[in-house]
């Protein structure tokens, strides 16, 4: 089956700093990646969908210039948190769509956990 | 607008009780699919089952089954003879269009104990 990895799965970083985080389709090409972020004991909610080679798509209220998402290829897409503060920790949690496949398979990474201290 | 509700937050059962997680969505699509998802301790979500709106018949995969009911917009999951290890986060998630590999809208989640 399809694999999407992510790294790093846990990260602790001070406020004010940017963490990156990658999403890496393993076993195919991704034509487009979604990120959703998750707060604790709640639901995932989409922030924003990337394409191959184009501007990221964001959600109503999720500020583009503090998550910055590049996806740059076919099988690695990146989400930078600027600026971090301690309110942006969160689970973040990519999903990669198989554009091979007819059906269009979405295939979710196993998360990263955010604390900003 | 689309929307999933998973009315119950938390449910607690007795090993090898059977269990019913309860999912209605609104969608003002013709063509949508409907998943499961289950989220373990470790939050790595585990896909369970997708279903298109075309296709209403009864799911069984072992101890899980699958009840679509496009009349009552439903799409209820349940769990013969729970197990120590179903305890997760189940969610109900939506998404429209003929794909089913557009973003997806989850609902709020159950949350399944299951006591030994």
Same mark, same amino acid.
């Given at each position: 089956?399809?694999?999407?990895?992510?790294?790093?799965?846990?990260?602790?970083?001070?406020?004010?700093?940017?963490?990156?985080i990658e999403c890496r389709s393993l076993d195919f090409q991704a034509t487009t990646m979604f990120w959703y972020r998750q707060?604790?004991?709640?639901?995932?909610?989409?922030?924003?969908?990337?394409?191959?080679?184009?501007?990221?798509?964001?959600?109503?209220?999720?500020?583009?210039?503090?998550?910055?998402?590049?996806?740059?290829?076919?099988t690695l897409s990146t989400l930078t948190v600027t600026s971090a503060h301690p309110e942006d920790s969160?689970?973040?949690?990519?999903?990669?769509?198989?554009?091979?496949? /007819?059906?269009? /398979?979405?295939?979710?990474?196993p998360g990263t956990r955010l604390t900003v201290t | 607008a689309q929307k999933? +509700?998973?009315?119950? +937050? &938390?449910?607690?059962?007795? &090993?090898?009780?059977d269990v019913t997680l309860d999912c209605v969505y609104e969608t003002r699509d013709t063509t949508y699919y409907l998943f499961w998802y289950k989220q373990p301790p470790s939050g790595e979500l585990v896909f369970l089952i997708r279903r298109n709106s075309f296709d209403e018949q009864n799911e069984i995969s072992g101890r899980y089954s699958w009840n679509f009911q496009k009349s009552t917009s439903s799409f209820n999951f349940t769990?013969?003879?729970s197990q120590v290890v179903d305890s997760a986060v189940?969610?109900?998630?939506?998404? &429209?269009?003929e794909t089913g590999a557009n973003n997806l809208f989850f609902g709020t989640g159950t949350r399944l +104990?299951?006591?030994?």
């Open positions: 089956g399809a694999v999407v990895s992510q790294h790093p799965s846990r990260v602790i970083c001070k406020s004010g700093t940017s963490v990156k707060f604790p004991k709640q639901s995932l909610m989409l922030m924003a969908t990337s394409n191959e080679g184009s501007k990221a798509t964001y959600e109503q209220g999720v500020e583009k210039d503090k998550f910055l998402i590049n996806h740059a290829s076919l969160s689970f973040y949690i990519c999903s990669a769509r198989d554009g091979r496949r /007819e059906t269009y /398979e979405q295939y979710f990474g | 999933v +509700t998973q009315a119950q +937050t &938390e449910i607690s059962v007795v &090993e090898k009780e769990i013969t003879a189940y969610f109900c998630a939506l998404s &429209e269009g +104990t299951v006591i030994p």
